[in-house]
């Protein structure tokens, strides 16, 4: 009886219960379900954002009254990288140029040829530009004599498979728009079969630098006047005739445009009776060299030597290069002494270059005067934080978008070539080479020269 009265007690309990809460409930004091309100109530989408981005940091500006760095503190930043143990027994060669008056602000071992790796690049550069000119461009052409089609190679390694595009500086102009070119002035003149030819005589001498060590084969192509865009094998692979493969890729098309091809390509300088039936044009030189600075090609820059061969009128050959890159150095006013230069590109361990050099070129190129030759150079050098090769370096820290250089890397060397904004708006020239830490030290070279010289001089505030 006892058991029964709790149990009659406790659902009279929760009948009172749950009508006061369902009454709550209906006036929206509670949580529920009911409501009192009017059944129209619109209901609310989820808030939008509106805090405005976050835009970027700008790059520091150059400022006309802009103070010189302290040399002494400038110095204590060389000396401070040169004994950073990351480099661990390497030497370290630094040159800093004041851009505005040319005076060198610090000179740490600056006069010691050291190995400049792909920092090389510079002064051939400045050799192309200056003795050839940024608007200079190359010529395909395919000429013909008798009822041979020559295809003859100008120095262009960028060559699109079939159709260029007029707004690139890669693949600028088409080997398929060739060869629809020529078809069509074949056909003019009734001609519609012939055999075709390689005419790639404009460089002499091997495709292969004997400085180079084994195993660069998959940095760098066969050296020939002719290629279908090289860029397009960023991990090696590079074909063994990239000429003749360009050859008969234009042998293919002439037969799509409908005109027979006999034989195979066959390899021979076109005649002197050879009149021309189509060219097409690359994009101009200083296009060509911001692709290759900012990715550091090798086959590009040693094609760019070659034909600064050929335009002083040296062999286009390696040793050919070399002489007229630092001929046109000296005609520039450029000291050269203790330069050894076995190659364009920088592979070779052989190669001995003085940072001050490199710093003096940059300086040069950066200068109010320098023309269009020296801001095609500037425009070319990969950026902090930004592309090329220095598109994951320095970002997030003083020296993104303030630092624009030429890197080098080899096994055991590491270098950086070029200008550097400081915090105070100055504009300054500089080359570090670390040359000769162990094998495998690469990395912890490249943090060392970002670290404790080029970060901090970006920061710089130390107007003297």
Known sequence: MHKAQIAALTAATLVVVGAYYGLADALDLVPGVLTASPA????????????????????????????????GELAALANALAGDERVGKATTGVSIVDVASGRELVDHGAGAPLTPASSNKVPVAWAALSLMGADHTLRTTAVLDGSTVTLVGGGDVLLAEDAGDPDAAVGRAGLGDLARQAAAQLKEQGVTSVSVALDDTLFTGPTWNDAWASGNESWVAPIQPLMLDVTAYPSGGYPADPALDAAGVFADHLRGAGIEVT??????AAGAEATELAAVESAPLADILSVSLKASDNTMTEVEGRLVAFAAGEEASFAGATRAVLGQLQADGFDTSGVTMLDSCGLALGNQVPARLLAQIIARAAADDAGTA???????????????????????????????????????VASLTGTVVTADGRLLAFSVIVDGFEEGGLYSARLAIDDALLTPLAACGCGG
């Open 263 to 268: 034989g195979a390509v066959s390899r021979s």
């Open 374 to 412: 020296g801001r095609s150079l500037i425009a070319a050098l990969p950026v902090g934080g930004l592309d090329g090769t220095l598109d994951d370096r320095y970002v997030g820290t003083a020296g993104a978008g303030a630092v624009r250089a030429k890197t080098g890397s080899l096994d055991t």
């Open 40 to 71: 129209d109530y619109a209901v609310q989408p989820f808030p939008t954002a509106s805090a405005a981005a976050r835009e970027p940091d700008a790059a520091p500006g150059l400022a006309a009254d802009a103070p010189v760095p302290d040399a």
